[in-house]
């Protein structure tokens, strides 16, 4: 679903996903009937709309057009929908047909939307790491989080911005239909499955890519490639051909951050995503990521994520579990 002013890739990405999806599944089951069926609808009077890209779209109906069941719906972010030009019409059917729809989701700022008919009362919610704040005060009621890709709290999804709608689309595929297919439409589409960093809007690898120095931009690779190393800011700085003292003055001022902070940071990404993906023990995960051993990995996760490895790990396989009994 959007509005006037639609942000293009907040439509299409989506859209590609579900798409590409059943493409490859009709591939390997020739004959069987399509996993998805996409429609776009407006929340306008009109089917068609202008992007805020300058694309015209013709939708395939209004909302006011919508017939039959709706298995989920997302709704994208856009002009219209930022500053609450949607007619209250369309927000009043939404309200309405929600509670009838298997699950409500939303992309970059199309939560304003579900904010607005009232469906992330009470919630868990995030957005556009920039509409946050708005957020908070549209829907006074919702738990707003500025940090993950995307959020799911019962039936009702919220993601990022922008591209995070295609990232919220795979995890759908994935409920829907195992995680080998949802693979398979990743690579397809050259994206991750999971992005590197867990569920994080801002990744320490992506805040490095910010400064303008390319030294410190190489330094990310580097330090990802050598976690299980004692990453001292000499060491650091002897990458980058600096002096320590000059090293660590440039980098806090940069990255508004100690470089310190900045490698906790990346050993605790890359140890979430072994923790969610491989079998490894919890020895090994700590030593390949440079903690020393599992009580210093424990408290750091204690410390930054206010949960231990073990129960990170357990939450996680619990969530993937539920999501695979849904799709069989």
Request: aromatic letters at 6%.
């Amino acid at each position: 679903m959007a509005g006037p002013g639609v942000e293009i890739l907040d439509l299409v990405g989506p859209l590609q996903v579900f798409a590409r999806a059943s493409e490859m599944h009709a591939t390997e089951n020739p004959g069987s009937p399509p996993i998805y069926s996409m429609e776009v609808a407006t929340v306008s009077s009109r089917p068609s709309l202008i992007a805020n890209c300058g694309l015209r779209i013709i939708a395939d109906m209004t909302f006011r057009e919508v017939r039959g069941k709706i298995d989920t719906l997302l709704v994208a972010g856009g002009d219209a929908i930022e500053q609450n030009e949607i007619n209250s019409d369309a927000v009043r059917w939404l309200k309405r047909i929600s509670p009838r729809i298997r699950r409500v989701g939303s992309v970059c700022t199309g939560a304003m939307l579900l904010a607005r008919a009232g469906l992330l009362d009470g919630r868990r919610a995030t957005t556009h790491w920039n509409w946050c704040q708005t957020l908070m005060k549209r829907a006074p009621r919702a738990r707003v989080d500025s940090d993950p890709i995307f959020v799911r709290d019962e039936n009702i999804y919220t993601s990022a911005g922008v591209t995070a709608g295609m990232d919220l689309a795979l995890a759908l595929v994935e409920e829907d239909y195992g995680s080998r297919l949802a693979l398979q439409v990743a690579r397809n589409l050259v994206l991750y499955l999971r992005r590197p960093g867990g569920q994080s809007q801002f990744s320490a690898a992506l805040s490095l890519q910010l400064t303008d120095r390319k030294p410190l931009r190489e330094l990310e690779t580097w330090v990802l490639g050598n976690l299980h190393k004692p990453l001292t800011v000499p060491l650091l700085a002897q990458r980058v051909a600096m002096s320590p003292r000059n090293f660590a003055r440039v980098f806090t001022k940069e990255m508004k951050t100690t470089p310190a902070k900045f490698v906790e940071r990346l050993r605790v990404e890359a140890a979430r995503r072994r923790l969610e993906e491989s079998h490894n023990s919890m020895e090994m995960i700590a030593d390949e990521c440079g903690f020393g051993n599992v009580n210093s990995m424990r408290n750091v996760f204690q410390r930054t994520l206010k949960i231990a490895p073990g129960q990170y790990r357990r939450h996680f396989r619990h969530l993937k579990h539920s999501a695979q009994k849904k799709s069989n």
